[in-house]
């Protein structure tokens, strides 16, 4: 069966031994950013210039979700050749996906800078209102691109899924968003140093190095949640399907789980 191209690997990685000692996600992530550095520097420029232009943001960042999920995993990734074929065949959704982030992202934006100049009680609420709703659609991006490629699933299917991943995956998320703002912080103070050297490095550090990074983070933490309210739920109630691939992927179910979640169509993603 196979779904989102999960079990469409062209070469084998090593897996995750059962009973193996298991690493820390701080260790886990270091050592797979270092082992992959060249291929996650490549992919993270590529990603930063499409998502330049605005309109392909969501195109970028399903291509990046797709190598990082695969490297995540201890999977092969082929880098920028994978990056492609995932915006190749699922092209659609991302755009239209990217499409409504930038709106929404605009329109708050908005809102933030308006109620931030405002005087009275009202604007006071507005603004906690905006700064909090900017943190929740920031936790719901962290799954959108995960479960879009993974699953087929429509993009009202998504949101709801990811709306709920932003509060039963909390944990995660406010580690992602903790990152994001610590690398965003250097990134900024190296544009303090009067020098043309610290801005350039800055510059390469934001869009070359830090995307990989921030986006492999993002698949190690996200990725079990999503296993387990909806992987695992789908193969609860189909024991005898990809027994085989399930166990060389370290996805074989273990105990039973209740999902929260409804529509979960764990099926092959090849669009």
């Not at 695969?70 to 092209?91: P, Q, V």
């Not at 510059?203 to 079990?224: N, R, Y």
């Not at 027994?243 to 979960?264: T, Y």
Request: charged share 20%.
């Amino acid at each position: 069966m196979g779904f989102g191209g999960f079990f469409s690997y062209d070469k084998p990685g090593p897996g995750i031994k059962k009973d193996g000692p298991k690493k820390k996600t701080f260790f886990v992530l270091f050592e797979i950013w270092w082992r992959h550095f060249w291929k996650l520097f490549i992919v993270g420029t590529v990603y930063s210039a499409l998502s330049v232009l605005l309109i392909p943001s969501g195109l970028a960042a399903a291509g990046i979700t797709n190598v990082a999920r695969n490297l995540a995993r201890d999977k092969h990734s082929f880098g920028l050749s994978d990056f492609f074929e995932t915006i190749k065949k699922n092209w659609k959704q991302a755009l239209v996906a990217g499409i409504i982030n930038t709106v929404v992202d605009i329109v708050n934006a908005f809102a933030i800078y308006f109620y931030w100049f405002g005087e009275d009680f009202l604007s006071i609420i507005g603004f906690g209102f905006s700064v909090a709703l900017f943190i929740l659609i920031r936790f719901i991006k962290y799954h959108i691109w995960l479960l879009l490629i993974t699953f087929k699933l429509n993009l009202k299917q998504i949101y709801k899924n990811c709306f709920l991943f932003a509060f039963v995956n909390w944990k995660a998320n406010l580690i992602i968003g903790i990152t994001e703002i610590l690398l965003l912080a250097i990134c900024v103070a190296l544009f303090f140093i009067p020098y043309y050297i610290a801005w350039v490095v800055s510059i390469v550090l934001a869009t070359m190095v830090f995307p990989g990074f921030i986006h492999l983070l993002t698949q190690l933490l996200i990725f079990p949640k999503v296993k387990e309210l909806m992987i695992d739920p789908y193969y609860e109630e189909h024991p005898d399907e990809d027994k085989e691939l399930r166990v060389n992927l370290g996805l074989d179910v273990e105990a039973e789980e209740i999902s929260v979640f409804e529509d979960k169509h764990i099926e092959n993603n090849d669009k």
